[in-house]
């Protein structure tokens, strides 16, 4: 077995190094071998001090989550190595880089002293994946750091910088470089000053500080248990035992908390999506040998709402883009949107004014294409028409170097022919960016018939430089996410027909989980771009023949109810605030008599969601089916980061997964009873039918 952990000796202090790549997760083995290394150098009398750290990009990044599908943490416990750790009779000093996060914390507080890089990340992310510290992080760092400061840090999850550890105590010494020199300097010192140790477990927890009911407002801040916040209501109850039981009463407490979030579905949901993320930058079989363009210039053609999101994006990677737009007016206003953008930023403190000329000074305007001729990425972000783009993308395929990528940003044009009009297919893809294009983090990859696995890999290694989460979309209308809410949208506007308001629909669907209910969500999207979109399909004859499909949308479209921008859409609006509005009651009751549709008093909210979801699931079968997504995940990553999705839900998929096949399939039949099936809006799909046919066959 290649081994895991090397101990090097420089005269009495002795180096313990963790090679586990990529980002040395506190494994079984690393555990293991890193508890012997401690074992054999407490024997050691001759040992003044260790150092202990990681080679790679990072010490260590946390436990290995996949071990938290087992029944119980595989021995040796990372409890007992940190024992260890503090039992020995000389200092250790941690030399932290990269992400230190979860166990890979709680490993360094485990030891005496911690020497970080300014760069370092230091976090305990685990309520992100649903479960809480557990290996001591909730009696460790409020130690260090106190309850308040410690509290914020494990029930948010976000990491801080080194310097804010430093300012809260929980790193000793921060350097700008020579990070080894540092550690060992820190080590000589400490001998040299033959101070008692100063063993975290044992420093004291003043009680005093914590202010009266502190710990109510804590927990009444955070998020339901039945909304995700398990996880975070544990930490606070962890926390604040941890003033009155001893130490490893502590400890225990903290595992059995640890171990009833992480088999709790909201953690389960959670690690799926955490893997989930990261498969979806893998194309099936292509291994992980792949061949990259290196991208380090951008093009953007078109500086629209859009255009100039997308460019944001880059100038924030530190990656120079040129906006090309066709007139002068268009381009200033353009730059000016996104200097506006940043200046709003900066008035939110949320970057710098320093940052703010940093990144315009990124972002180059420009008239000719031929000024975007020597990028190595080209992204045409124009008027969504086909003929507009064909003309731009054959421009494109003149233009550029040979090893340009070429891509559009089109949300529901066949990418093939545009691919086809640029005449350089291997090199064409679909970036698919969602609105405000420099904020949602979901960029959906489509992959033409032709284009090369190259293009595609190298463009999902961008967009995690540009911190997106992308998936891989084949060819299709509205790709993954649009296409599937289509169905979504339908089957709220129909339940509109039959006499539920927007209001209940919302709090319905909200009360699922989703971040904004379908009504609300069309409302500020704007009620004319979904109608559009239905428009659009209509004419190219891509609608069900049902005269009554999204018929309220198209009603309000035609009466100019746009929504939010109007003041006025499926709701009426004082601002930003929605107010059911009688009018549109009136509006249903009409389209419903007009297209022969039964009203219900009361419909409830349970048949809302199922209404809603059961096509969400549907269609998220059906590309799967098609090939449209590599696997059920890459739906599920698509949904969370780009539509508001429940993240402790896990997704659509995942979703389906939990609530069974065979009652997906019940139930979609039970609508297609009760609702009628003329237009096979509640047909089953052939990938959820077999799934449900494989599972008969396994019982
Ligand atoms: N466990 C298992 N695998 C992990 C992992 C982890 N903690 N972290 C990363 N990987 C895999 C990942 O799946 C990918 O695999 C590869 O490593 C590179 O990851 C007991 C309970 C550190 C910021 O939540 O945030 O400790 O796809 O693509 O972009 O109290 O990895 O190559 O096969 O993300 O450079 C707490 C999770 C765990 C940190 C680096 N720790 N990791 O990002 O690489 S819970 C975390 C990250 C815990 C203790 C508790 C990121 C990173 P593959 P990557 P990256």
Known sequence: MYSLVHVKRQGSILGIEIDNPPVNVFSQQVRFELREAFIAAAADSAVEAVVLFCVGKTFVAGADISEFDLDSIPQPDPNDVFEAIEAMHCPVIAALHGSVLGGG?????ACHYRVALASTRLGLPEVTLGVIPGAGGTQRLPRLAGVEAALDIMTNGAPVSAQRAYELGIVDIVVEDELFAAAFDLARAVIESAKPL???STMPLDKRQIPEGFFDRCRNSLPKVDRGGRAA??????????????????????????????????SV??????????????????????????????????????????????????????????????????????????????????ITLEQVEKRMALIDGSLAYADIADRDLVIEAAFENMEVKQTICRQLGEICKAGTIIATNTSSLDVNVLASASGRPTDFVGMHFFSPANVMKLLEVVRGDKTSSQVITSVMTLAKKIGKVSVISGVCYGFIGNRMLEGYLREAEFLLLEGANPLQIDRAIEGMGMAMGPCR??????????????????????????????????????????????????????????????????????????HGIVRRSAISDEEIVERCMLPLINEGARILDEGIAYRAGDVDVVWVNGYGFPAYKGGPMHMADVMGTHTILSRLSHFAT??????????????????????????
């Open 105 to 109: 914390l709680e490993l360094a507080l």
């Open 198 to 200: 100063r063993v975290v």
């Open 233 to 266: 209501r544990e930490i606070v109850d962890c926390v604040e035992t941890g003033l009155t039981l001893p130490f490893g009463a502590a400890l225990e407490r903290e595992r059995t908390a640890f171990n009833l979030c992480k088999n709790s579905s909201e």
């Open 269 to 350: 949901a959670l690690r799926h999506l955490f893997f989930a993320e990261r498969e979806a930058a893998r194309i099936p079989g292509l291994g992980s040998t792949k061949v990259e363009r290196r991208i380090e210039t951008v093009g953007v053609i078109g500086a629209g709402t859009m255009g100039s999101g997308i460019a944001m994006n880059f100038a924030n990677a530190g990656i120079p883009v040129m906006l090309v737009e066709t007139n002068d007016q268009a381009l200033k206003r353009g730059l000016s949107l996104v200097r506006k953008s940043y200046e709003a930023s900066a008035a939110k403190g949320r």
């Open 521 to 594: 969500m069309i409302d500020m999207a704007g009620v004319d771009v979904a109608a559009k979109v239905v428009l659009e399909r209509q004419r190219a004859g891509g609608l069900p023949d049902d005269p009554a499909y999204r018929s309220v949308v198209r009603e309000l479209f035609a009466r100019g109810r746009f929504g939010q921008k109007t003041s006025i859409g499926y709701y009426r609006y004082d601002g930003r605030t929605a107010i059911d509005d009688p009018e549109l009651g009136a509006l249903c009751a009409e389209l419903a008599e007009r």
């Open 674 to 699: 009760s609702r009628g099936n003329e237009y096979g809006y509640w047909t089953a799909s052939d990938w959820l039918t077999r799934r449900a046919r494989a599972t008969n066959v396994a019982s």
